[in-house]
């Protein structure tokens, strides 16, 4: 069997409707493959794992918030700080704990708020570095 490992940066947005509390819980679209378009769940490959090895944000968002990461639907496998300390620039920018999701394992995110939205609606962005690990299984002759 060899191994081959790939790097994709992953785009996680949660669009906040308006007038919402502090609290709220919403549904992230993660887009990992611009072709494939933006999904609420992604289900692993099954000759492959995925890594989640960095976050990061690029411009300060509103509001202010946490980012759920999920296995199977339901086990909250990592959390991240308050995303606007995520900011790509800052140096003591806080990490995620890397976590695996294995073979046919399904990704999803939840943002949650930490403040109450304002009278607008908002689209919080987050950038995500995903290793992609391949398992290709050679044939037995």
């Known amino acids: 069997m060899s191994v081959r490992v790939k790097e994709v940066t992953a785009v996680f947005q949660a669009t906040v409707a308006a007038n919402l509390p502090a609290n709220t819980v919403v549904p992230i679209n993660i887009t990992i493959d611009p072709l494939a378009g933006a999904r609420t769940e992604h289900q692993v490959p099954l000759n492959q794992s995925w890594v989640l090895d960095d976050v990061y944000i690029t411009s300060s968002q509103t509001p202010d918030g946490i980012i759920q990461f999920r296995k199977n639907r339901d086990t909250v496998v990592t959390s991240t700080s308050p995303v606007n300390t995520l900011l790509v620039s800052n140096p003591t920018r806080p990490t995620v704990t ?35 690990i391949l398992l290709r299984h050679s044939k037995i002759l």
């Open 98 to 132: 890397k976590k695996v999701w294995g073979p046919a394992d399904i990704l999803s995110a939840y943002f949650i708020t930490l403040a109450a939205q304002g009278a607008s609606a908002t689209t919080v962005s987050l950038n995500a570095k995903r290793i992609e």
